[in-house]
């Protein structure tokens, strides 16, 4: 087997899995939207989820720039007001990001649940392509 030889067969197994990695992702975003729609079936539950997400994760935003303040303070010896700065900018993303998560977790989840469906539905195509089952 040349050189050549081997470079081709590189490159084919190279798209392959591309192509593969690309059928993966494209099933799992179809899944996702598609449990969107599910799950927020009327437009004005969807606002009305995300709105008061968002309200209501400001609450735990401010504590978590409180918390961070203080153990910015408290880990950066040389200068305090580095670290208060730093620590309430990721108190406040953590405390934030984490808030909306949880607000919107019926969402969330049956998103990811759908994705998952739908990328093990790929995941056992391909397989089955590489291993055939001969019956008889």
Excluded at 31 to 37: L, P, Y
Excluded at 42 to 67: F, H, K, N, Y
Excluded at 86 to 113: I, N, Q, Y
Excluded at 123 to 135: E, F, G
């Amino acid at each position: 087997m040349s050189i050549s030889d081997k470079v081709h067969g590189i490159s084919d197994k190279v798209h392959e899995n591309l192509a593969y990695s690309k059928a993966l992702i494209e099933s799992g975003i179809e899944g996702a939207k598609e449990a969107r729609k599910t799950v927020l079936v009327p437009e004005e539950r969807s606002t009305d989820m995300v709105a008061a997400a968002a309200q209501e994760a400001w609450q735990a935003a401010t504590i978590g720039v409180l918390a961070g303040a203080i153990l910015g303070v408290l880990t950066d010896d040389r200068r305090p007001l580095r670290g208060v700065i730093t620590g309430g900018l990721l108190g406040a993303v953590l405390g934030f990001g984490g808030s909306f998560a949880w607000k919107t977790r019926p969402l969330t989840s049956a998103m990811a649940h759908q994705a998952s469906k739908r990328i093990g539905t790929v995941r056992d195509d391909h397989w089955l392509s590489k291993h055939p089952i001969n019956y008889g």
